[in-house]
T-cell receptor, first 112, second 114 residues
Framework: QKEVEQNSGPLSVPEGAIASLNCTYSDRGSQSFFWYRQYSGKSPELIMFIYSNGDKEDGRFTAQLNKASQYVSLLIRDSQPSDSATYLCAVNREGGSEKLVFGKGTKLTVNP | SAVISQKPSRDICQRGTSLTIQCQVDSQVTMMFWYRQQPGQSLTLIATANQGSEATYESGFVIDKFPISRPNLTFSTLTVSNMSPEDSSIYLC???????????FGPGTRLTVT
């Protein structure tokens, strides 16, 4: 069974710090990796995607992918209270599949 | 990204009844998906809805319980049939993006079955 594992947290960081969110996946054939942010009572919002090994930066967010280790992470620099949310890691099921498998999410709290 | 709407946004239903949830997109998309998110849990894919073909259901979900329609490239419905309290959940539709496998979600329908 395809699995995506995340530390459920909660992860608490002070405002201005770097928040590091981690995710491992079981299917070596996965090619597409996504981070979604979900505020309480809201639907998931896509914030980052990465397809190749290495780092991808977008503003305060950096996604990191290591396919050999089957590991993907999300760094949030200069964390703000508005970043407080649950972050869901999603991975496509197998090479070329449009279906996604979601982790259970990590709840992040940024303290002012 | 596309603008996605869902109706109703929430509902409280009695056991044994059925509810149809609508998902509307402001642009044509090939792939639409229906998910369930139970309280405190992550997203579970119910089925994939392609226009012009039968929906493809995931393990544990059957057409009799969750019939899906996809009459055109901008609209889909999910019906939750013969509801029980265990069906209380948030139901989300999503659509494929224009890159590589990304999906965008509608606002969700919060269903409570009493």
């Amino acid at each position: 069974q395809k699995e995506v594992e995340q530390n459920s947290g909660p992860l608490s960081v002070p405002e201005g710090a770097i928040a590091s969110l981690n995710c491992t996946y079981s299917d070596r054939g996965s090619q597409s990796f996504f981070w979604y942010r979900q505020y309480s009572g809201k639907s998931p919002e896509l914030i980052m995607f990465i397809y190749s090994n290495g780092d991808k930066e977008d503003g305060r967010f950096t996604a990191q992918l290591n396919k050999a280790s089957q590991y993907v992470s999300l760094l949030i620099r200069d964390s703000q209270p508005s970043d407080s949310a649950t972050y869901l890691c999603a991975v496509n099921r197998e090479g070329g599949s449009e279906k996604l498998v979601f982790g259970k999410g990590t709840k992040l709290t940024v303290n002012p | 990204s596309a603008v996605i709407s869902q109706k109703p946004s929430r509902d409280i239903c009695q056991r044994g009844t059925s509810l149809t949830i609508q998902c509307q997109v402001d642009s044509q998309v090939t792939m639409m998906f229906w998910y369930r998110q139970q309280p405190g849990q992550s997203l579970t894919l119910i089925a994939t809805a392609n226009q012009g073909s039968e929906a493809t259901y995931e393990s544990g979900f059957v057409i009799d319980k969750f019939p899906i329609s996809r009459p055109n490239l901008t609209f889909s419905t999910l019906t939750v049939s013969n509801m029980s309290p265990e069906d209380s959940s948030i139901y989300l539709c999503s659509v494929e993006g224009w890159g590589q496998d990304e999906q965008y979600f509608g606002p969700g329908t919060r269903l409570t079955v009493t």
